[in-house]
T-cell receptor, first 117, second 114 residues
Framework: AQKITQTQPGMFVQEKEAVTLDCTYD???????LFWYKQPSSGEMIFLIY??????QNATEGRYSLNFQKARKSANLVISASQLGDSAMYFC??????????????FGPGTSLSVIP | SAVISQKPSRDICQRGTSLTIQCQVD?????MFWYRQQPGQSLTLIAT?????????ESGFVIDKFPISRPNLTFSTLTVSNMSPEDSSIYLC???????????FGPGTRLLVL
């Protein structure tokens, strides 16, 4: 069964607008971490933001924030004030604590974001 | 975060040959990983590179096809052996300073097998 689901294969957003990229996950491990990575066309994977399962507050990093809804098992990425350079693939990922001792990261299928001028 | 470099950045190879990809980190890290990203797909973990011992391979990946070395805490190599067109992918090295920390990725190696 797929552990990370990203239901939006492609998204468009107007420059300077905010956009939400969806991510749902499946785990029975009480201890886990959630990540978002950005992959531009160059191919590199850029770490954006992290949320731990026990963190009380939603993570924020500059224009990126993570809308963490634990009961719903969702970890949506919000990008505020979109810029042309935000056009890229975005991957949601999860690492389970007890089951794999935090060793293995599982990636979702990704969402392609295009920012329109 | 660590500065990670990979060589080569890209290559075009003939089927049946082998290619060794290098991953160099500018500081000592405990954890090093190798991932494959097939065209249009997400990332799949190939193996965890262990210093001084055999790598830990994920299901579907074997040492004969993807031998890995890790001689120290800053360097690792992945060899793609006896290549076929199905091996055409981006191969990415990632590192974590200590176990349980965020993984950071190298720039990747784009491999095309003809």
């Amino acid at each position: 069964a797929q552990k990370i689901t990203q239901t939006q294969p492609g998204m468009f957003v107007q420059e300077k607008e905010a956009v939400t990229l969806d991510c749902t996950y499946d785990t029975s491990d009480p201890s886990y971490g959630l990540f978002w990575y950005k992959q531009p066309s160059s191919g590199e994977m850029i770490f954006l933001i992290y949320q731990g399962s026990y963190d009380q507050q939603n993570a924020t990093e500059g224009r990126y924030s993570l809308n963490f809804q634990k009961a719903r098992k969702s970890a949506n990425l919000v990008i505020s004030a979109s810029q042309l350079g935000d056009s890229a693939m975005y991957f949601c990922a999860m690492r389970e604590g007890l089951r794999t001792s935090y060793d293995k990261v599982i990636f979702g299928p990704g969402t392609s974001l295009s920012v329109i001028p | 975060s660590a500065v990670i470099s990979q060589k080569p950045s890209r290559d075009i190879c003939q089927r049946g040959t082998s290619l060794t990809i290098q991953c160099q980190v500018d500081s000592q890290v405990t954890m090093m990983f190798w991932y494959r990203q097939q065209p249009g797909q997400s990332l799949t973990l190939i193996a965890t590179a262990n210093q001084g011992s055999e790598a830990t391979y994920e299901s579907g990946f074997v040492i004969d096809k993807f031998p890995i070395s890790r001689p120290n805490l800053t360097f690792s190599t992945l060899t793609v052996s006896n290549m076929s067109p199905e091996d055409s992918s981006i191969y990415l090295c990632s590192v974590a300073r200590i176990k349980g920390e965020t993984q950071y990725f190298g720039p990747g190696t784009r491999l095309l097998v003809l």
